[in-house]
């Protein structure tokens, strides 16, 4: 048996096509454009530069602790799901024993506000990597690093 459990949530993106992300080193917050998955623009990297620190990290450490949070809530419904299918299955085929599930039984995981994703920051294209656009604050467009290699440039 898998004891991974994968849940699909959607964030929103902004008008523009871009998803917020924060840094895990400085904390900074910025946008970068998702690409669909197979999309021959899309890099194929191991770990992400921030654009404001050139810290690096790993491809699945950038989301905002407001899409973390979302997340956990928006998959509580499915939790709550397989939670109630586990106990069923964990009793199915026991002689002379019944198991009625509770239709009530829940693990009690708040729905999550809406995110909502406001136009905000600036678009910079990296010359290095034009197909990988960028959205800073627009007071941080003097130094900015490459999400893809760390090259530094100004907009």
């Known amino acids: ?7 699909s949530v959607s964030v929103p993106l902004d008008s523009d096509g871009f998803l917020r992300r924060e ?12 690409h ?3 999309d021959s623009d899309a890099e194929l990297v191991t770990q992400y530069f921030c654009p404001l620190c050139g810290a690096a990290a790993g491809p699945d450490e950038w989301a905002t602790p ?7 809530g928006a ?4 939790l709550d799901r397989l939670a109630s299918d586990a106990f069923t299955d964990a009793f199915k085929g026991i002689k002379g024993m019944t198991f009625k599930p509770d239709p009530s039984f829940s ?11 406001p136009d905000d920051m600036v678009i910079v294209v990296p ?14 467009t ?13 907009a």
């Open 1 to 7: 048996m898998d004891d991974e459990i994968r849940i």
């Open 23 to 34: 840094c895990p080193t400085c904390e900074r917050e910025f946008k970068w454009y998702p």
């Open 36 to 38: 669909d998955d197979g």
């Open 66 to 72: 407001a899409q973390v949070e979302y997340m956990m």
């Open 75 to 78: 998959a509580g419904p499915e």
């Open 107 to 117: 693990l009690d995981i708040p729905a999550p506000e809406p995110l909502r994703e």
């Open 127 to 140: 010359p290095c990597h034009p197909n990988e656009p960028l959205k800073v604050p627009e007071e941080a």
């Open 142 to 154: 003097d130094s900015i690093f490459c999400l893809i290699c760390a090259e530094q440039f100004s």
